[in-house]
């Protein structure tokens, strides 16, 4: 072939041994997850790839890989595609049924700035929704930066955007019970972050450890701030005078 690119390859097409076409998948770069069209393709006949150049092109490899699991803990539900639907408004809208052309990437190295679940132009009008989950948990390399977008309410409008960074186990924690609804557009590698694989990704109802020592510290911050007069009273945090703050008496000027 005289030229080279990415935009060679329109689409894949996959044949089932009935001669039963399994589908057309669109992409330059093919990592195909047939196990929900496994009543089609217990074998295949023929597999065909559509090209945007004349010429031939040249076949380097054509591999067979087993599902990974990923052993989630109890209190935990995995994120899937099934669960990221279509409706027909932002909030308080009419389910529409799973959204064409959804995202999980697992398993499979991504750059800064790639989809890892969800809709890659965070439509207004394709979300999860995570109404009574405390947290969304995911599982990759330490270090990585994750950004997650919720609630966008407009075509191309403002979004709800939680940034996280995964510890060194490799975990990365979401909270989002603070949401007044939580509807999940898209997660997304930051830009700037390294190229990773994520192992896992799941939402949990329970809070983790980690995110019940944060609280537990946020509130005794709050608690070693609060001011007291000499008769114990709590007073305003902005009053003068002599003052116990912490155990400690103090004087504000």
Known sequence: MSEEGDDIVQFLEVDDANNGKVGGFYSSRFQLDLTKYADKTSAVNKILWHCNAAGTITVKSITLTRPVVFNYKDDEVPLTTAMFHAWSAPVAGEDQGAAPWSVLALNEEISNGALVYGNA????????????????????AAGIKYRLLFNRETDGGKTTE??????????????????????????????????TIVKGLCVSKQASSSATNIKSAISQSVKSMQAYDLSGRQVNSNAKGLLIVNGKKMIRR
């Open 162 to 195: 939680k940034d996280i960074t995964s510890d060194e186990n490799g975990l990365a924690t979401c909270y989002i019970s603070d949401l007044p609804y939580v509807h999940l557009n898209a997660i997304k590698l930051a830009w700037g972050t390294a190229a």
């Open 121 to 140: 132009n965070v439509n207004y009008l394709q979300y999860a929704v995570l109404d009574g989950y405390k947290e969304i948990r995911i599982y990759g």
